[in-house]
Every structure is written in structure tokens, then in C-alpha cells.
């Protein structure tokens, strides 16, 4: 007998949102019925792109008259506790876009709500189901590397804009009192903890080098995991003149006693090199579909749970702790020390 479709509401139809919808497309057994944005010329606007019936600019009325399985939240933090209620309280179930809240309180809260209520709650932290990720995973689990104890991470540079601060389809991060590693290093930081496990003490640093900006726009940020374990993260939107070729920047590398994973952005391949050689695992079109790979995989994966009440990666409780190994980042910059986590 054929199984009905998940009903799917998205609530936020800003910038974000058009990888969501294609994740959503493109996902078997769900459908896309409304989307929402209290600015509801953007709301149309997608509707019109993905086909999807359903326009409203009050998320409650929607959810109210659509019924919706699953509610996808793509609007920025300090929305997500009031959305997440309203979606939780109708039984939907929850996927949230990252950072969950501005605190641990706010976070918690939300993740006790949804089991009060029953709902499956997700974050759509999409870096760990990014192809290369999801390769990486596959060969530290097999032991292709041996034991690691390392896993570097280099973000894209972008160049110091004094107009447009960071990125102008983003311009609210200008006035981010937290900006580099709460809103874009929290990405390497998830995945770290999914590769290498549980983060115990963090060091971290940072510098506000555009005064655009309120936060801080250059951060390093470095783990020590469960298990012994060292990871490093590394980002800055200021780069004068734009970046340098062949920097490894994007990149990742993981770092065993038997060998060393590499993606390299620049050639968007993933190889495995020990004392044998150098074997290319995986190789890439272009970084924007291993971008769009890693939405379409997180919500792929999500949708799957739903139906089937199997584990979910990236499950908000889980989450919790990515939140505050962020925000323990924050206490290491301010204080100069290395924050221990319990
Ligand atoms: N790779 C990633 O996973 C990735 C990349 C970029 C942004 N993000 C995250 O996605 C979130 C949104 O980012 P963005 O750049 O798309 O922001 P945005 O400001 O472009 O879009 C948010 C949209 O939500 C709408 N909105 C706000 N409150 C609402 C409400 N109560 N009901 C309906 N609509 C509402 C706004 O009108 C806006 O159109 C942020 O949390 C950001 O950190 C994630």
C-alpha cells in the first residue's frame, strides 16, 4: 500500500532558504506544502520557484490550517524558541537551523519542549553530511588512518570589505556581537565532535579586524577530545586583497598514526595518503554541489528518521553539546584560558 507523503512546512524564506527548498525537491516520500515569511513578497517568491501551494506570512495560521508533519525552521536564532513551540505544540516535528539559541537555557528549554510534546527535534547542521565529511567518517571508522590525532579545518577566506562587511547576502552580521564562530566556525566545531568525539577542554582566540563589524571576524579555535585528540579550526573574513592561491584554505585534514585524510577544496577531491601512497577516494564537481550535497543529505536523513523513528545525527539533544563547546569558545577568548567541559 502506497505510504502518504510527510507534510512539510519551511518558516524563513531569506537567504538560506533556497538550499532547503532543493534539498526538500529533491527528497523522496515528503511534499512541500507552504512556505512562510512574515515578508511575504519572499514567501511568493519561493512558492513560485519550488511550486508549492501554500503562501503565508504568519507561521501559526499556517501550521493551523496545513497540519504539517514536519516543520523546517530556517530563520535566524533569537526566532527559533518561539517557532520551535508552535511547531512542537501541533505534534510536527522539528528541524531548526544552527545556531539553535544565543544560550544553553534557551537551547535546553527548546529540546525539553519537543519531548514534552513527543516531536523529533533536528538541527540542520549540514557540514557533517557534506560528502567529504561523510567520507571521512566512513574511513576513520574503518581504522583507514589508524588511531587519530588530529583534524584541521580552514575555511574559506574572504576579503576585508569596509561597504559590505563579510558577505552582502548576509548583511545582518555586521552587528553580530558573536560572529565568526558562533555563526560559521559552529560548522567545523560539529563535525569535529562528529569524527573525534566529545570535546573536554577548549582554547580559543579571536580579533575584530574590520571595524564594520561588532564581533569578531578572525578566530581560531582549538579541542581536545575525548580520547586524546587535538583539532583545529581556523577563519577569518579579513583577508586584505583577497585570498592567497593554494593556501589549503577550506580545507580539512584528518591525521592518523597509519595515514592522513585530505579534502581539498581547491581541487574538491578527498584522498587517503600512507607510507603505500596516494589513493583518490572521491573527486567532486564543484564546491556548490558538495554544499547543496551536505543540505540535501542532512534533510534526506532527517526526513528518513521521521518516518522510520531510527537514530538522527544531528539530533538537537546531541547538538546541545556542539552549542556549548561554541559558546565555551566565547569564555576562552574573554578570559585567555582554556575552558574545560564536563
Ligand atoms: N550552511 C548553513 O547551514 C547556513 C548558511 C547560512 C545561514 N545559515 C543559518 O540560517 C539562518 C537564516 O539565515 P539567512 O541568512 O537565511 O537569514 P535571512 O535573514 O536571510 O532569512 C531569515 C528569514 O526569516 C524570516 N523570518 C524571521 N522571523 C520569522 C517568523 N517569525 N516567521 C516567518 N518568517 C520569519 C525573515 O523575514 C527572513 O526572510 C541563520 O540561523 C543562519 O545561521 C546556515
Redesign the pocket.
Given at each position: 500500500m502506497a505510504v502518504a507523503p510527510l507534510r512539510v512546512c519551511l518558516?524563513?524564506?531569506?537567504?538560506?532558504?533556497a538550499n532547503h527548498g532543493a534539498a526538500w525537491l529533491a527528497t523522496p516520500g515528503v511534499r512541500l506544502v507552504a512556505v512562510?515569511?512574515?515578508?511575504e513578497t519572499?514567501a511568493k517568491a519561493r512558492a513560485a520557484a519550488w511550486g508549492v501551494d501554500g503562501v503565508y506570512s504568519d507561521?501559526a495560521e499556517m501550521i493551523e490550517r496545513e497540519k504539517p508533519d514536519i516543520v523546517d525552521i530556517?530563520?535566524?536564532?533569537e526566532?527559533h524558541t518561539?517557532?520551535v513551540g508552535l511547531a512542537a505544540a501541533a505534534g510536527a516535528n522539528v528541524l531548526c537551523?544552527?545556531?539553535l539559541a544565543p544560550t544553553m537555557e534557551e537551547a535546553t528549554a527548546m529540546v525539553e519542549t519537543c519531548d514534552r510534546r513527543g516531536v523529533r527535534f533536528m538541527v540542520?547542521e549540514?557540514w557533517r553530511y557534506l560528502p567529504w565529511a561523510q567520507e571521512f567518517d566512513r574511513h576513520i571508522r574503518a581504522g583507514a588512518i589508524g588511531r587519530v590525532h588530529y583534524f584541521r579545518t580552514i575555511q574559506g577566506r574572504e576579503a576585508h570589505r569596509a561597504v559590505h562587511p563579510v558577505f552582502g547576502n548576509?548583511p545582518?552580521f555586521r552587528g553580530m556581537p558573536r560572529l565568526m564562530v558562533y555563526?560559521a566556525m559552529i560548522?567545523p566545531l560539529d563535525t569535529a565532535r562528529f569524527l573525534l568525539g566529545e570535546v573536554e577542554a577548549v582554547f580559543a582566540r579571536g580579533h575584530r579586524v574590520n571595524p564594520a563589524n561588532v564581533g569578531e571576524d578572525m578566530a581560531l579555535v582549538v579541542f581536545d577530545h575525548a580520547g586524546g585528540a587535538t583539532s583545529l579550526h581556523d577563519a577569518s573574513w579579513v583577508t586584505p586583497g583577497g585570498p592567497p592561491d593554494g593556501a589549503g584554505l577550506g580545507d580539512a585534514v584528518a591525521e592518523g598514526s597509519d595515514g592522513v585524510l585530505h579534502y581539498s577544496r581547491e581541487r574538491n577531491i578527498v584522498r587517503l595518503s600512507t607510507v603505500d601512497g596516494t589513493t583518490v577516494l572521491a573527486s567532486y564537481p564543484d564546491y556548490p554541489m558538495v554544499n547543496q550535497a551536505g543540505f540535501t543529505n542532512c534533510i534526506g536523513h532527517f526526513a528518513q528518521a521521521v518516518r522510520t523513528g531510527g537514530p538522527m545525527g544531528s539530533d538537537a539533544r546531541d547538538n546541545l553539546k556542539t552549542l556549548r563547546a561554541t559558546l565555551a569558545a566565547y569564555e576562552s577568548m574573554e578570559t585567555g584560558q582554556v575552558v574545560g567541559l564536563d
Open positions: 518558516i524563513g524564506c531569506g537567504w538560506i532558504s512562510c515569511d512574515v515578508d519572499k507561521a530556517a530563520t535566524r536564532p526566532t518561539a517557532l537551523q544552527k545556531p540542520l549540514m548576509q545582518y555563526e560548522h
